[in-house]
């Protein structure tokens, strides 16, 4: 039976094949396993495809790295539009959010990590990416509403971030437990969340306190 799809069609579903099998791999393998033959196999694809639609693999890579949205699901306009008390419950609504999507997306994790050991223009988009969606909090509502303790706020909430990437990136990978919390689980999970908003609140509570007295 002849295949009657127009070859521009099979073109596009030959590319998506190829981005989704680095999608597969980066999951399972990590960037490591990201071979032009295992990306091939892996799509069920002559590897000569990579080339004759991306130019090589690094490209392909890329062109699947920029496709993503990781921080959709973080976006200013979650922003309510009104804040009365300085960022603070966004403040923490955006961490728990970051969490969930640390948590839940193994890709992102596994990018993550690259960008830890290579330079990569499309990796370092993922992380602009991520300052741009923050940077909306900070400059708009955090930093008006704390003055001279602005670059307090963002130490803060730099540290609170870097510990839940570390944490999801590190989880099941050679450990499953952070002071004893089993953060592949659901109670452990929730455990670091309620720490995450204790936290927020402790701190606010600080700098009001450091504002009354001058």
């Given at each position: 039976?002849?295949?009657?799809?127009?070859?521009?069609?099979?073109?596009?579903?030959?590319?998506?094949?190829l981005?989704?099998?680095?999608?597969?791999?980066?999951?399972?393998?990590?960037?490591?396993?990201?071979?032009?033959?295992?990306?091939?196999?892996?799509?069920?694809?002559?590897?000569?495809?990579?080339?004759?639609?991306?130019?090589?693999?690094?490209?392909?890579?890329?062109?699947?790295?920029?496709?993503?949205?990781?921080?959709?699901?973080?976006?200013?306009?979650?922003?309510?539009?009104?804040?009365?008390?300085?960022?603070?419950?966004?403040t923490?609504?955006m961490?728990?959010?970051?969490?969930?999507v640390?948590?839940?997306?193994?890709?992102l994790?596994k990018?993550m990590?690259?960008?830890?050991?290579?330079?990569?223009?499309?990796?370092?988009?993922?992380?602009?990416?991520?300052?741009?969606?923050?940077?909306?909090?900070?400059?708009?509502?955090t930093?008006?509403?704390?003055?001279?303790?602005?670059?307090?706020?963002?130490?803060?909430?730099?540290?609170?971030?870097?510990?839940i990437?570390?944490?999801?990136?590190?989880a099941?990978?050679?450990?499953?437990t952070?002071?004893?919390?089993?953060?592949?689980?659901?109670?452990?999970?929730?455990?670091?969340?309620?720490?995450?908003?204790n936290?927020?609140?402790?701190?606010?509570?600080?700098?009001?306190?450091?504002?009354?007295?001058?």
């Amino acid at each position: 039976m002849t295949d009657k799809t127009p070859p521009g069609r099979n073109k596009e579903r030959s590319k998506q094949q190829l981005l989704d099998a680095v999608g597969k791999l980066l999951k399972t393998e990590g960037f490591t396993g990201l071979k032009v033959n295992d990306i091939a196999a892996t799509a069920g694809l002559d590897k000569k495809l990579i080339y004759k639609y991306f130019g090589s693999r690094d490209n392909l890579v890329d062109e699947y790295i920029s496709s993503l949205d990781f921080w959709s699901n973080v976006s200013q306009d979650q922003a309510p539009p009104v804040i009365t008390d300085g960022g603070q419950d966004f403040t923490k609504h955006m961490l728990l959010q970051q969490y969930d999507v640390l948590d839940g997306n193994d890709e992102l994790q596994k990018l993550m990590m690259w960008g830890l050991y290579e330079s990569r223009k499309s990796l370092k988009a993922v992380a602009d990416e991520r300052e741009a969606v923050g940077e909306v909090l900070l400059t708009n509502i955090t930093d008006p509403f704390f003055g001279k303790f602005a670059k307090e706020y963002r130490s803060t909430v730099g540290i609170l971030i870097a510990g839940i990437y570390y944490m999801n990136m590190y989880a099941g990978v050679n450990c499953n437990t952070f002071c004893g919390i089993d953060i592949t689980q659901p109670e452990g999970k929730q455990d670091i969340k309620n720490a995450l908003v204790n936290l927020v609140d402790l701190f606010y509570k600080d700098i009001e306190a450091k504002k009354q007295e001058g």
